[in-house]
């Protein structure tokens, strides 16, 4: 058993230390406990205190061999694509539909798409809190295996009602990965690490909604809609199957928990406790991390706005997929098939904008680490960059817009899609990024926040878009969104500015 060590404050008075001596006490101690959550904060001279033992013990994740991590992230990675990839894979079989349930109903029809999202909103909600009680790998593999069983009742379903409860339930779900996978990077990775490990996992939710409408254009045609679900369900299979062979628990409170029961059995010595053990009961515990993504919407001014900003940029994927059919089909004259092809313009935007984040976010970081902060990152310094990714948004949907209205030659509106993707990318992953380093014992409640004002803009926008666009056209219509992005595009320069005085000053300090 190893001695508890105080953890590393993060007050902007830290005494100056050699930057790679930092980094390696960040690795152990990422931030402070917040002492009102029940956590105890062990006395380093109790023999009763369950603890890693020492700083390179081979159970702490962060130090498992890079093999074993990014066996996790990347089986990780493929799961959080896989349950976007149903959000729009069904989106071209819809016509099928409507003809084979005997309905006219575009709204509802638009419902049967959307509503897979509001199961994204609402499944963080119950998902966050049972990671940090039961574990990270047990939320993947329950979750894997409901999926395959309710997208398999999508396959089946014999009327609308049914299509739709299904589609929810597979949402509600298939939200784990998205939810609590910046947690287990946390676990897994410190920050100067974090930064390709985050944009691979990002990659999911950002390019799965772009790829879905192609495989399922030609699936439709081919096949029928019942045969996308099929396939979907195959795929969550042998998913699955690599998640129980590779997925491992991460959560170093849930691991210090095992180890102590282990040792409780093995010593009959009851008195010892995990270090980073709980005060509460499982009842108190549960409800208490119910309620900490709200407390992060609510009270957090710093998750809400950043949240609020990155969930606009999402919902802008799905707005701009519910005009692609009637652009490029009435306009351009593309097929059924062919139309969604036009996805990938934004698929290809969404990978520069990786490579741009890749190429020069961790590279910001340093230089403002070592320029002001004796070397030692802090979250502010991963938001330089999104004001970059601020710009392409409003560019990309004016170029869109006025030139799809215009008529103009297809390859330029599907150019404006490519600059939209990129900016996406760029804030999506900056956002995810900040809010891990920033709360990394609670990454997994602060991404989950996010994650439910992502998924409801993302289900709420596309049901308004088409009367957005009869009543304003495509000009104007992308136009007012443009202008919303340019209203929202000063958001980083604040948080750059402000961000850790309102994250720091007690006035601001949340009880999680």
């Not at 369950?50 to 990780?76: E, F, H, M, Q, R």
């Not at 995810?432 to 409640?445: G, I, P, R």
């Amino acid at each position: 058993m190893a001695t508890a060590q105080e953890p590393q404050s993060h007050e902007p008075n830290l005494p100056k230390y050699d930057a790679l001596e930092m980094e390696k006490q960040q690795q152990q101690h990422d931030v402070p406990t917040p002492p009102d959550d029940g956590v105890r904060i062990a006395d380093e001279l109790d023999p009763n205190v369950v603890d890693w033992d020492g700083p390179d013990d081979p159970a702490n994740p962060l130090n498992w061999s890079p093999l074993k991590k990014w066996a996790n992230i990347v089986v990780l990675a493929i799961i959080t694509f896989n349950v976007p990839l149903a959000s729009t894979m069904f989106a071209p079989g819809v016509p099928q539909l409507l003809e084979d349930f005997d309905t006219r109903n575009e709204s509802l029809a638009t419902f049967v798409v959307s509503v897979y999202i509001l199961g994204l909103a609402f499944g963080p909600l119950a998902l966050a809190p049972m990671s940090e009680l039961y574990g990270r790998a047990m939320i993947y593999h329950v979750g894997n295996v409901l999926f395959i069983i309710f997208t398999a009742g999508c396959a089946l379903s014999t009327s609308m009602g049914m299509l739709i409860a299904f589609r929810f339930l597979s949402g509600l779900v298939g939200a784990g990965p998205i939810t609590i996978g910046a947690g287990t990077i946390a676990d897994l990775m410190t920050v100067r690490q974090r930064g390709m490990a985050m944009s691979v996992w990002s990659l999911g939710p950002l390019l799965g909604p772009s790829i879905g409408p192609i495989a399922g254009g030609f699936l439709a045609q081919a096949e029928g809609w019942r045969w996308i679900f099929w396939v979907l369900t195959a795929t969550a299979g042998v998913i699955t199957i690599m998640g129980f062979v590779v997925l491992r628990e991460t959560n170093a409170p849930v691991l210090l928990k095992r180890k102590t029961q282990r040792l409780q059995k093995q010593t009959g010595n009851m008195q010892l406790r995990s270090k980073l053990g709980s005060n509460l009961n499982p009842r108190e515990l549960f409800l208490r991390s119910i309620l900490r993504p709200s407390k992060f919407l609510v009270f957090s001014p710093v998750c809400l706005l950043l949240s609020i900003y990155g969930a606009f940029i999402y919902a802008m994927i799905y707005f701009m997929f519910s005009t692609f059919s009637f652009v490029f089909q009435e306009t351009y004259g593309f097929g059924q098939s062919t139309v969604g092809l036009v996805y990938i313009a934004l698929g290809i935007g969404m990978m520069i904008g990786l490579a741009i984040q890749q190429a020069t976010g961790n590279r910001i970081m340093s230089k403002l680490a070592n320029r002001h902060h004796s070397g030692k990152p802090k979250p502010e310094y991963r938001l330089p960059i999104m004001i970059l990714g601020g710009l392409f948004i409003p560019s990309g949907l004016f170029i869109y817009g006025w030139t799809a209205q215009a008529h103009i030659q297809w390859a330029v509106p599907l150019l404006g899609t490519l600059v939209v993707g990129t900016g996406v990318s760029i804030i999506n992953i900056s956002v995810n990024l900040y809010l891990v380093d920033a709360y990394t014992v609670y990454a997994a409640s602060a991404l989950a926040a996010s994650t439910i004002l992502r998924s409801i803009f993302g289900a709420t926008f596309p049901l308004f878009a088409l009367q957005l666009f009869d009543s304003l056209g495509l000009g104007w219509g992308n136009s007012l969104l443009g202008f919303v992005a340019v209203c929202m595009w000063p958001i980083p320069a604040l948080f750059i500015r402000y961000g850790e005085y309102l994250r720091t000053a007690p006035k601001f300090q949340i009880k999680l």
